[in-house]
């Protein structure tokens, strides 16, 4: 089994940075994959970006590319996602997610593909 917890949250102006933090513990070896993903109310759950664990090779959506950066501490257990310019519409709970496959990783981002999820941390944008 493997616990993820997210931390980093907040509430920011627009224009702010926040960095997300997710810690992993429990049976990690066999996570091959590590994305975020974030649901606004009333919205469904969406990807933002990935990484995968061996190689570190990053991924972002289009929509959020340029402004959030996907990273890793692999000695840690930690994923993180760096959130700059931060816009109102970025507003939502945000998810880690781990997958035991490499092909969760790639898009698109599909919440059936990961296998462990954290309880969110929620990142709120006035204007």
């Known amino acids: 089994q493997v616990q993820l917890v997210e931390s980093g949250g907040g509430s920011v102006q627009a224009g702010g940075s926040l960095r997300l933090s997710c810690a992993a513990s429990?049976?990690?070896?066999?996570?091959?994959?590590m994305g975020w993903f974030r649901q606004a109310p009333g919205k469904e759950r969406e990807g933002v970006a990935s990484i995968t664990v061996a190689v570190g090779s990053p991924y972002s959506v289009d929509s959020v590319k340029g402004r959030f950066t996907i990273s890793q501490d692999k000695a840690k257990n930690t994923v993180y996602l760096q959130i700059n310019a931060l816009k109102p519409e970025d507003t939502a709970m945000y998810y880690c997610?781990?997958?035991?496959?490499?092909?969760?990783?790639?898009?698109?981002?599909?919440?059936?593909?990961?296998?462990?999820w954290g309880q969110g941390t929620q990142v709120t944008v006035s204007s």
């Open positions: 429990g049976v990690t070896s066999d996570i091959d994959c």
């Open positions: 997610a781990a997958g035991r496959e490499t092909w969760a990783c790639a898009p698109p981002l599909r919440s059936h593909e990961y296998n462990y």
